[in-house]
């Protein structure tokens, strides 16, 4: 049975970091990408970050790039994000989601078939 489990949430002041673990089970990692998503009270959820199934290809959403980076540990079946300079607006619950189709962008909710439970990220003074 298919599995995520994200960790590492919490609350931290602005300009703080954060890293976020994802453990997957019940499949092979190396054979599915896989994507950070997050979700903010009143707002759809978007698609933060995402890596190819050996990692040679990585993807950030404008607003994040250049402090998130998204590493994935194939062998220990784990996918990590780790979060730099935190803003209040990167506020959410954040959710790792197995992409289950590449018909369309790396950020299509669609295209993943199975997600996490979620961690929440709080970015507050």
């Known amino acids: 049975q298919v599995h995520l489990v994200e960790s590492g949430g919490g609350l931290v002041q602005p300009g703080g970091s954060l890293r976020l673990s994802c453990a997957a089970s019940g499949f092979t990692l190396r054979s599915y990408g896989i994507g950070w998503f997050r979700q903010a009270p009143g707002k759809e959820r978007e698609g933060v970050s995402y890596t190819s199934r050996y990692g040679l290809n990585t993807y950030y959403v404008d607003s994040v790039k250049g402090r998130f980076t998204i590493s994935r540990d194939n062998a220990n079946n784990m996918v990590y994000l780790q979060m730099n300079n935190l803003k209040p607006e990167d506020t959410a619950v954040y959710y790792c989601?197995?992409?289950?189709?590449?018909?369309?962008?790396?950020?299509?909710?669609?295209?993943?078939?199975?997600w996490g439970q979620g961690t929440q990220v709080t970015v507050s003074s």
């Open positions: 989601a197995r992409r289950g189709s590449d018909t369309s962008t790396w950020y299509d909710r669609l295209q993943y078939d199975y």
